[in-house]
């Protein structure tokens, strides 16, 4: 669905995290008017969301205080591309096997939260992926989370040491790491072709 201009509306859930590193990359897409989304009239007017980086139990709560969990769940009815980076794969995973608060539930993925240990444990390394780009990524992870196992449908992307850290089912898609802290645009792109 595009709007008037032919502009993609893609928006990034502006509730809490790195809403500003991942509007300012989406700015330098050609063809993307960039919104952030705070209300639900809003999320429902968009052609892809990116759920952003932050605490999953804050974003989560405010998801349901506001709202805004239905607004999502109606875009994914409509197989609105949705991705979710880090706390962003935690509220889209319908299993998490050390919470047992769930948020969105939409992804068939079983996630760990901060799977790495904590903030001090965080790290950037490099990963070859290759549905995304033919050269290696930048990934940067923070707390991050992993997921342990996926069900029928989901394509896994990419592992770090034998755990999943990206995997895409149909117009959703889940990274452990930050591409919006990083120069690399492939996963936007990526995302967008969805
Ligand atoms: N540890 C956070 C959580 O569990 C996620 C961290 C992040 O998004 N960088 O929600």
Same mark, same amino acid.
């Given at each position: 669905?595009?709007?008037?201009?032919?502009?993609? +509306?893609?928006?990034? #859930?502006g509730?809490?995290?790195? /809403?500003? !590193? $991942?509007?300012?990359? #989406?700015? %330098?897409?050609?063809? &993307?008017?960039? /919104?952030?989304?705070?209300? @639900?009239?809003t999320? %429902?007017? =968009?052609?892809? %969301?990116?759920?952003?980086?932050?605490?999953?139990?804050?974003?989560?709560?405010?998801?349901?205080?506001?709202? #805004?969990?239905?607004?999502? =769940?109606?875009?994914? !009815? *409509?197989?609105?591309?949705?991705w979710?980076?880090?706390?962003?794969?935690? #509220?889209?995973?319908? $299993?998490?096997?050390?919470?047992? *608060?769930?948020?969105?539930?939409?992804?068939?993925?079983t996630?760990? +939260?901060?799977?790495?240990?904590?903030?001090?444990?965080?790290?950037?390394? +490099?990963?070859? &992926?290759?549905? /995304?780009?033919?050269?290696?990524?930048?990934?940067?992870?923070? *707390?991050?989370p992993?997921?342990?196992?996926?069900?029928?449908?989901? @394509? &896994?992307?990419?592992?770090? !040491?034998?755990? &999943?850290?990206?995997?895409?089912?149909?117009?959703?898609l889940?990274t452990?790491?930050h591409?919006? %802290?990083?120069?690399? =645009?492939?996963?936007?792109?990526?995302? =967008? @072709?969805?």
């Amino acid at each position: 669905m595009q709007q008037g201009d032919g502009n993609l +509306r893609v928006g990034v #859930l502006g509730v809490q995290g790195s /809403v500003k !590193e $991942h509007m300012d990359k #989406l700015k %330098l897409i050609k063809g &993307i008017e960039a /919104v952030e989304a705070k209300d @639900r009239d809003t999320i %429902l007017t =968009l052609d892809a %969301l990116i759920i952003p980086g932050g605490e999953s139990t804050a974003i989560g709560k405010i998801l349901v205080d506001f709202g #805004l969990k239905d607004a999502i =769940l109606k875009l994914n !009815e *409509r197989k609105v591309p949705i991705w979710g980076t880090c706390a962003g794969m935690i #509220l889209m995973a319908k $299993h998490i096997v050390n919470d047992e *608060r769930i948020h969105l539930g939409i992804m068939d993925i079983t996630v760990r +939260r901060n799977a790495y240990g904590s903030q001090i444990d965080s790290f950037k390394t +490099r990963l070859m &992926i290759p549905a /995304v780009s033919e050269n290696e990524i930048e990934a940067v992870f923070i *707390r991050a989370p992993y997921i342990e196992s996926v069900g029928d449908g989901v @394509r &896994i992307l990419a592992k770090y !040491e034998g755990k &999943i850290v990206a995997a895409q089912q149909d117009n959703l898609l889940a990274t452990s790491f930050h591409p919006e %802290l990083t120069d690399d =645009l492939s996963f936007y792109r990526y995302f =967008l @072709r969805l």
